[in-house]
């Protein structure tokens, strides 16, 4: 259920968390109640979102691109709740970025103007869709990822043919492991067909890129393949701006969560020197951190010596603090060294690993870490956790570090926001669809 769907004015039970049989409440009024997780109040399973901490990772990451004299733009489908995007814009984010068209109609709908739709929609039809949007939204200013020639004469054929479109902007996408020409010939191709037909509706606005799917098991054969892909935007930012001229404003894109360090370095030949063009970064989860994939990813990071602030090197695994946690009650002990809790595969995704047992409640206090305890596995409604000696009882709440928040957090429609002392202070609708 989305913030478009949910009413807002009535949240209730059927919502994961919200406690069971209590009256409807508008969403504004949820963080006012002083609810805790652990207490026995609220309905667990739920997931939460650590305010400190979140507030942290935007200053951070909000001071490390303006450090830089880079912006940036979101990526919405992490979180998918468009008054954390409103705060984000709010810090300073150059605008927002989606991954398809349902998404970037939930931003429009919303009141964000500025994005960055960072993925091939499709064809013919994909286009008329994105034609269709954007008529009742004369305000967007939208950038559309185009790898082919076939994309770019489908837009173009559409928007030459009526006048009641925003103009559109295409960003010429390079790449590696997913989407994206791969070679400066097929992009020449691509920006040949795109020059051929744009006109003051739609026409080239730049360069897009997504270094993470370049990434492979091995570090060093990663940072390679990575640094080959910003050679090649490089390359291709060259051939646009010879095209086009100096004048042009140009968006030049790519920067996920973990490799942002390796884009700064290897597209400064492009953006640097050229004023009429903006690199403008990605990073989504950054703001959120984890205890798995991203805790690996920003500790990779550091290794390379990657964070660097004002001139000094900083630990960007120190600096960024994880954001999300699951909460789940022991349901039973059925041997010495098994606990079975109410958190599953409905609740927490295990594509980069599974959900981390951090600390133990019991009648509404803390008791302390779960530095033995640990998940063994998951099944649809059921964690399996063994308690490496630890005295967990029928009842006890344990809270849970997540790996990888972009696939944990579309199964919540409320994510439940807590202050320092871990009482809800505010609640973030989805829109997950």
């Known amino acids: 259920m989305s913030d478009l769907h949910l009413s807002l004015d009535a949240i209730d039970d059927r919502m994961r968390g919200f406690p069971a049989g209590h009256a409807p409440l508008p969403l504004a009024e949820i963080g006012r109640q002083g609810w805790k997780p652990y207490d026995g109040t609220m309905s667990l399973p739920l997931m939460s979102l650590d305010r400190p901490a979140f507030d942290g990772n935007v200053a951070l990451m909000m001071r490390y691109v303006r450090d830089h004299g880079v912006a940036i733009a979101p990526h919405a489908k992490t979180p ?4 954390i995007a409103k705060e984000l814009v709010e810090a300073g984010a150059w605008g927002m970025t989606v991954a398809d068209i349902r998404q970037a109609s939930v931003l429009l709908k919303a009141g964000f103007d500025r994005l960055i739709l960072a993925n091939e929609i499709g064809g013919k039809a994909a ?3 994105l034609a269709a949007l954007l008529a009742g939204h004369p305000q967007a200013q939208m950038h559309v990822f185009v790898d082919s020639a076939e ?9 030459q043919a009526r ?11 390079v790449g590696a492991g997913r989407a994206g020409a791969r070679t400066i010939e097929v992009a020449q191709a691509i920006l040949d067909a795109i020059l051929a037909g744009e006109n003051a509706g739609i026409r080239l606005s730049g360069i897009g890129a997504y270094e993470g799917t370049a990434a492979t098991a091995d570090p ?5 393949r990575i640094d080959e892909l910003m050679a090649l935007t490089v390359e291709t930012h060259h051939l646009v701006r010879n095209r086009v001229g100096t004048e042009r404003p140009l968006i030049l894109t790519a920067g996920g969560s973990v490799f942002f360090d390796r884009v700064i370095a290897g597209l400064g030949p492009a953006y640097k020197g050229d004023a009429a063009t903006t690199l403008v970064l990605r990073s989504g989860a950054i703001f ?44 039973s002990r059925p041997e010495p060294d098994l606990a079975i809790c109410g958190m599953g595969l409905r609740d ?23 530095d033995a305890a640990a998940v063994a596995r998951l099944n649809d409604q059921h964690a399996f956790v063994t308690t490496g000696g630890g005295d967990l009882r029928i009842g006890d709440v344990i809270e849970f570090g997540l790996s990888h928040p972009c696939t944990c957090l579309d199964r919540h429609a409320l994510v439940y926001g807590l202050d320092v002392d871990g009482t809800v202070i505010g609640a973030f609708a989805t829109s997950f669809g």
């Open 80 to 83: 998918m709740s468009t008054d």
């Open 127 to 129: 286009a008329r869709r």
């Open 151 to 159: 994309l770019a004469d489908s837009l173009l054929e559409i928007w």
């Open 163 to 173: 006048d009641d479109l925003p103009p559109l902007g295409l960003l010429l996408e």
């Open 220 to 224: 060093e054969e990663s940072i390679r």
């Open 288 to 331: 959120f951190h984890d205890h798995g994939v991203y805790e690996r990813g920003l500790a990779a990071l550091d290794g390379r010596s990657g964070f660097e602030l004002s001139g000094e090197t900083i630990s960007a695994s120190r600096g960024f603090k994880p954001v999300l946690r699951v909460w789940a009650e022991v349901l």
């Open 348 to 370: 927490v995704a295990i594509d980069q690993g599974l959900p981390r047992p951090l600390a133990l409640y019991r009648e509404g206090r803390r008791i302390g870490a779960l």
